[in-house]
């Protein structure tokens, strides 16, 4: 499920015109040639600003994550000056749509709410699980062995993003198609709801980039 579905229901906009940028914006704004306006919904929507480089804002969400700009887009937004922010609560976002879709069809598909990152080692973006419901996030083959018997000693299949990057694929990006139905991973899908996105996010102590 794209984010920006989720977080149109959810209420999370922001309307440029009732936006007062502080000192910080400003400056930020003038560095970087963009919207002080912008700029300060970005800072309201981060924990820490990592780097400010060639009008990118690399940021520590309030969930965590390390992304482009908080997150804040512009992209499909209804009006010409209004900015789409990322759930306040992915995973909670991802637990409920999977509740309501019990609720209404008597089955529990695994849910990810998805959007688009950049990598830091990489060029272009794909898109990640934001939120997870019922889904393994992660498959840790470290201590098995491979098709000739070595034993595996960092492979981690980020499962989750991998199926949000593939949903990806069977949409256009302008074809405002909200979801995608992913069959054939039976096998990763959980009863319980699991531990979320967060067991997806790398521990600060082990990030090389910061």
């Known amino acids: 499920m794209a984010h920006k579905a989720v977080s149109k ?43 400010a480089e060639r009008g990118v804002l690399i940021c520590v969400t309030r969930h965590g994550f390390v992304c482009a700009n908080a997150g804040v887009d512009a992209s499909n937004a209804a009006h010409a000056d209004e900015l789409i922010l990322l759930p306040l609560d992915p995973d909670g976002s991802a637990r409920a749509l999977r509740a309501r879709i019990a609720e209404l069809r008597g089955v529990r598909p695994a849910v990810i709410v998805a959007d688009s990152f950049g990598r830091a080692w990489r060029v272009g973006q794909t898109d990640v699980a934001l939120g997870i419901a019922g889904l393994v996030p992660v498959d840790d083959w470290r201590g098995r062995r491979d098709s000739s018997g070595r034993e ?49 996010r790398r521990p600060r102590d082990e990030d090389l980039f910061r």
């Open 9 to 51: 229901a959810e209420g999370r906009l922001r309307r440029l015109a009732e936006v007062e940028p502080g000192e910080r914006a400003r400056e930020l704004a003038a560095a970087h040639g963009k919207d002080p306006a912008v700029v300060q919904v970005v800072l309201d929507e981060s924990a820490e600003l990592l780097r």
């Open 152 to 200: 595996l000693r960092a492979t981690a299949i980020a499962v989750a993003d991998s199926v949000a990057g593939a949903a990806d694929l069977a949409r256009a990006k302008d074809s405002r198609r909200p979801a995608v139905l992913v069959r054939g991973l039976a096998h990763l899908v959980t009863h319980e709801d699991g531990p979320g996105a967060a067991a997806l």
